[in-house]
């Protein structure tokens, strides 16, 4: 058995306890193997012993794992910044894209989104902490930017993505946990097609759970801790247009 597997296992395990001690239905949170940084081989490893969706946050090196790894039965979700001059590889790559926070963005990806694909499953990335340093539109303006995205034809708003402050204070935790369901339970009354709340990574997974989370990022629980990779990450940076 592989250490991937062995993480694998283990981290579906806290998955279902924490479902469990939430009186949350059986299979209620989906796990989301988010793999930058990681080689194809890693996901493929994680794939064999039964993880299907991937998030990546870097549109080049996410292409070459999708050309090494085609022969398998991967959903990819794209959950980094999106810059303009992307938009097009990515509405033809992914299968789910998490971190819209732009109109521009939105009829970039729609009118980009190939006619033989199915129409692009995209979440709302939600600044719910308004840091300055991070991206996602304010939850003051989610009602009339999700109004907006939900009237462009080949994208179907499925959610709220949300990267809270990092903290080890759980309350703190719990408030933005908070905060983040209610703006989805909201939403879901509008929306029929909302069903997801993608929040909760290795460390907060299951605060995360407990709060509502339909779907949580992880990656250092399954992969182990990442070697930080300079030159990508200066490809790849943030320079939106």
């Known amino acids: 058995m592989t250490d991937i597997k062995k993480r694998l296992i283990s981290t579906k395990n806290t998955i279902h ?3 469990d001690a939430a009186q949350r239905p059986p299979y209620s ?3 989301l193997a988010v793999s930058k940084t990681w080689p194809a081989e890693a996901l493929r490893h994680a794939n064999q012993a039964g993880q299907r969706f991937f998030g990546e946050n870097y549109l080049q090196e996410a292409l070459k794992k ?3 790894l085609a022969d398998l039965d991967i959903e990819w979700h794209f ?3 999106i810059q303009s001059n992307k938009t097009k590889e990515i509405a033809s ?3 789910w894209v998490q971190s819209l926070d732009r109109a521009k963005i939105a009829q970039r990806l729609a009118k980009q989104r190939p006619e033989n694909l199915p129409d692009l499953n995209v979440c709302i990335q939600v600044n719910i902490d308004n840091e300055s340093s991070k991206s996602g539109i304010t939850p003051v303006e989610l009602f009339s930017f999700a109004h907006e995205i939900s009237q462009i034809d080949r994208l179907v708003l499925r959610g709220l993505m949300i990267i809270p402050t990092k903290t080890a204070d759980e309350a703190q935790q719990r408030i933005a946990f908070k905060k983040a369901r209610d703006l989805f ?3 879901a009354k509008r929306y029929p097609t ?3 709340l993608s929040m909760g990574m290795s460390a907060d997974m299951i605060l995360a759970i407990e709060e509502g989370s339909t779907m949580v990022r992880i990656g ?3 992969f182990g801790q990442r070697k930080p990779n300079i030159p990508k990450l200066l490809e790849d940076a943030d320079f939106r247009a």
């Open 29 to 31: 949170v989906s796990l």
């Open 185 to 187: 339970e909201q939403l």
């Open 17 to 19: 306890l924490a479902e």
């Open 93 to 95: 790559h992914f299968e």
């Open 220 to 222: 250092t629980a399954l």
């Open 66 to 68: 999708m050309s090494a």
């Open 194 to 196: 909302i069903d997801t």
């Open 79 to 81: 959950i980094g910044p």
